[in-house]
């Protein structure tokens, strides 16, 4: 299998190459050159197994460099990391159910491929021959930021420093980043909102000095954000999982379309679900459900990307994005391959604020995609409702979700059977979930945890109440420009402690 750039189709390279650049040198994403078929019997025999063999079968067509048995070693060890089944099914009613991509070790659906990638690139780095230490930093709304740190901690020939918008995060998430531990990480706050770390840091991959003096120091930088090709490969896999899961129940017939809602913000979630379509998949539609930041939904209604618009803070901060980094490879699709034309869609992006990519491909995604969003009081009411009627607990983002389910079900007669992507816990959004359910917010977080699971008997595990009264590494605050500096000094630090 091999790889191109959505800005260049022309030059492919390999997996690990893909994976351990994580940016192509144009600016652009890596791609599939073409996606490799899963036929419906093979999703049948998948039925019958776990789900690191689940996981292994579907990145074993994306990375030929490594063996099935190799990428079931590697899935085998990332998802024992989990509590239990690490994509659980559940069904709330006839035709709805809920996969829930939190249980692993930092509540967050991030875990499902971060915990992967780790170990994917130190085998492919193996296979490569590579010897510089991969340095990785990591713009974060919340969630990629810990599972990062949790995944890469300690992990030889690796370093992460993570940079998350400062105050615009939940204090669990917060918590959970600044106590890491870990000899090769760091973690930083920006001064201004996500779109302002993410972009600082996207520039430093495109920084040739930075570059340079990294490699000076035996560093290269590659990225575990969604825009690497091997955060996307493990999130296909579990679209798969879920249909499995709807065939083996008895839910579903082989062959019967599945639609998924999926509440995004980067667009990397939804995006491996129309990867996983293009492979095979029976799906309906890709529900896009958007927060306050409805910037995606805003897209799917005109075809103009604009960010000519208020960023606002929500209460589900891991989707308060404006710049959708993954749609990129979405729109490459659309434009028939057309790397020229992607280009400079992103320049317009960049220059003018906006972008408008005409009304044919706009119908053309329409037949694929819905898009919705949902004001935070409208979801924190759907987050009651929802636990009132099925005694699901849901969290803010996964509520968000629900919201737009029902918005999309009310305005379509025929649905069909539908899974709701839950992409976090509740324990990392206490407060919040307290207010959705009418009651009293405790000032102090940890109250807060043992009155929601009082209240609601959802268990709190013991090293989310831990977090609490663990000490703080990291308390720098920057600017966003000087982001590369601090990537460089990050690298130094490495060298001295190597």
Wanted: glycine letters at 8%; a negative charge; proline letters at 5%.
């Amino acid at each position: 299998m091999k790889y191109i750039s959505t800005r260049n189709p022309a030059a492919a390279v390999s997996g690990s190459a893909a994976v351990l650049s994580g940016l192509a040198p144009d600016g652009g994403l890596y791609v599939p050159e073409s996606f490799p078929p899963v036929s419906i019997k093979e999703i049948e025999d998948m039925t019958v197994l776990d789900y690191p063999e689940r996981s292994a079968r579907i990145m074993s067509l994306f990375f030929d460099e490594l063996t099935y048995d190799e990428l079931l070693d590697i899935t085998r060890r990332a998802y024992s990391t989990f509590d239990g089944d690490p994509a659980p099914l559940v069904k709330l009613d006839d035709g709805l159910y809920v996969l829930e991509l939190w249980h692993g070790r930092t509540h967050a659906f991030k875990d499902m491929a971060l915990s992967v990638l780790p170990l994917l690139m130190t085998a492919l780095k193996a296979k490569a021959g590579q010897t510089e230490t991969c340095l990785i930093p990591v713009a974060t709304s919340g969630d990629t930021g810990k599972a990062a740190l949790e995944g890469f901690a300690d992990v030889e020939g690796t370093g992460v420093v993570v940079f998350y918008p400062d105050g615009g995060v939940s204090h669990t998430q917060r918590r959970q980043m600044v106590t890491t531990l870990g000899t090769n990480v760091s973690v930083i706050a920006v001064r201004g909102n996500f779109d302002d770390a993410q972009t600082a840091v996207k520039r430093a991959f495109g920084d040739e000095k930075l570059g340079s003096d990294l490699k000076a120091l035996g560093c290269k930088m590659t990225g575990a954000n969604s825009i690497n090709l091997g955060r996307l490969a493990p999130q296909v896999a579990y679209y798969f999982s879920a249909y499995a899961d709807l065939l083996a129940s008895g839910q579903i017939e082989s062959g019967e379309k599945v639609d998924f809602c999926v509440p995004t913000g980067n667009f990397g979630n939804i995006l491996a679900g129309y990867y996983a379509y293009r492979m095979g998949l029976p799906v309906g539609r890709l529900i896009c459900a958007s927060n306050d930041n409805n910037v995606l939904s805003d897209f799917l209604a005109t075809g103009v990307y604009s960010l000519d618009r208020e960023f606002i803070k929500t209460t589900s901060p891991s989707m308060d994005i404006l710049v959708s980094s993954n749609l990129e490879r979405l729109l490459f699709e659309f434009a028939d391959r057309d790397g020229a034309l992607v280009s400079e869609w992103m320049k317009e992006l960049r220059t003018v604020g906006h972008y408008d990519i005409g009304a044919e491909r706009l119908a053309a995604i329409k037949e694929k995609f819905w898009g919705g969003f949902a004001l935070q009081s409208d979801y924190a009411e759907t987050l009651a409702e929802v636990y009132d009627e099925y005694g699901y607990l849901a969290d803010p983002h996964t509520a968000v979700a629900f919201d737009v389910y029902g918005q999309y079900s009310d305005g379509n007669a025929e649905t069909v059977p539908t899974v709701v992507l839950s992409t976090a816990s509740p324990v990392k959004f206490a407060p919040a979930v307290l207010s959705a359910l009418g009651e009293e917010v405790p000032d102090d977080d940890v109250k807060a945890l043992h009155k929601m699971e009082d209240i609601t008997a959802f268990p709190v595990p013991d090293s989310v109440y831990a977090l609490f009264g663990m000490a703080e590494r990291f308390n720098e605050v920057i600017d966003p420009s000087e982001v590369p500096a601090a990537v460089e000094n990050f690298a130094k630090k490495l060298k001295e402690n190597a």
